[in-house]
């Protein structure tokens, strides 16, 4: 089992700079993988970025060359540093933790989530 809190939303202005938290307890070791998906009102969630055990990114193509993920060494906690924020930026964001990838037999798990507003 893995447990995730996600911290850092709040409200910025177009333009401005955001770093979210995803701190994760209980079998870190096991994490395959961890990502980052967002949710706009009326939309579905949508993935952002996503980062391997072996450190390899991957992005939306809405975020490329604006937002950052990373990790330190023990995976924990991760982080999502957002540049450049737009408007349609705004949404719920969600972490997310994958294990048993190469078994089979994947888990998933997420946070709760953490509101992220763009408006001036």
């Known amino acids: 089992q893995v447990q995730l809190v996600e911290s850092g939303g709040g409200l910025v202005q177009p333009g401005g700079s955001l770093r979210l938290s995803c701190a994760a307890s209980?079998?870190?070791?096991?994490?395959?993988?961890m990502s980052w998906y967002r949710q706009a009102p009326g939309k579905q969630r949508e993935l952002v970025a996503t980062?391997?055990?072996?450190?390899?990114?991957a992005y939306a193509d809405s975020v490329k060359g604006r937002f950052t993920i990373s990790r330190d060494n023990a995976k924990n906690p991760m982080f999502l540093q957002m540049n450049s924020l737009k408007p349609e930026d705004t949404a719920v964001y969600y972490c997310?933790?994958?294990?048993?990838?190469?078994?089979?037999?994947?888990?998933?798990?997420w946070g709760q989530g953490t509101q992220v507003t763009v408006s001036s």
């Open positions: 980062i391997t055990s072996m450190g390899n990114t």
């Open positions: 209980g079998s870190i070791s096991s994490i395959n993988s």
């Open positions: 997310k933790a994958t294990t048993g990838q190469y078994t089979g037999r994947p888990a998933y798990y």
